[in-house]
């Protein structure tokens, strides 16, 4: 039997040694040595190791395996929709902000707007009712005459579009006569080797 004696104070019991005093089962009386120990030696303080824990995965059932496979066959859908609406959505908010600005102009229309648009819009009329018979007549006519119409009023702005125009119209030139340059060339090289495999077979 283990007796713990010694006066400690109340706050300090976990930081200060007890005398602890053991004694025969016979009760004798005689006393063995005694040694100061701390609370965290003794076995009564030591707390027990944690049990092992396990855990065991269920088995999936029948509707979770179902819906593992509807998620992997759609998968692939997901993902193409993602992509096709990243690429769509800024071209969807640039219509809709042409939209919002149209509106606002039409709204609160600029000098002479109104009267500059009928001129524009009467020479596609005209266009139409001189492009008789042919079908690349009502096209073109209708067309030229708005375009005219509306450089006279707009010179600024139809000047930087005849220049994009004109320079996109002369890199696509230059783009076509190369790819023809390299298409031709590749076939007279055909030629001249077929030309020395004939003489050679002579």
Same mark, same amino acid.
């Given at each position: ?82 992509? *096709? ?5 800024? $071209?969807? %908010? ?5 939209? &919002?600005?149209?509106? @606002?102009? !039409? ?70 006569? *190369? ?5 031709? $060339?590749? %076939? ?5 080797? &077929?030309?020395?495999? @004939?003489? !050679?077979?002579?």
């Amino acid at each position: 039997m283990l007796k713990v004696t010694g006066r400690v104070m109340p706050g300090a019991s976990s930081f200060l040694p007890f005398t602890v005093s053991a004694a025969n089962d016979a009760g004798n009386g005689e006393k063995e040595e005694t040694s100061s120990v701390n609370l965290d030696e003794l076995s009564l303080y030591t707390a027990p190791p944690p049990p092992p824990l396990w855990h065991e995965e269920s088995e999936a059932g029948q509707l979770e395996e179902k819906v593992a496979t509807v998620r992997k066959l759609a998968e692939p859908y997901a993902i193409w929709c993602q992509s *096709a609406y990243a690429k769509i959505k800024p $071209k969807v %908010q640039k219509v809709v902000q042409l939209g &919002n600005d149209t509106y @606002v102009n !039409l709204q609160y229309p600029p000098k002479d707007f109104y009267p500059r648009a009928g001129v524009i819009g009467l020479a596609g009329v005209v266009g139409l009712f001189l492009a008789r018979g042919s079908r690349i007549k009502k096209v073109l006519y209708p067309t030229g005459l708005m375009t005219l119409g509306a450089s006279l009023y707009y010179p600024e702005q139809a000047a930087a579009i005849a220049k994009s125009t004109g320079d996109s119209v002369y890199d696509t030139a230059v783009q076509s006569y *190369a790819a023809v340059e390299k298409i031709l $060339k590749s %076939q007279v090289k055909d030629k001249k080797s &077929n030309e020395n495999k @004939v003489k !050679l077979s002579h």
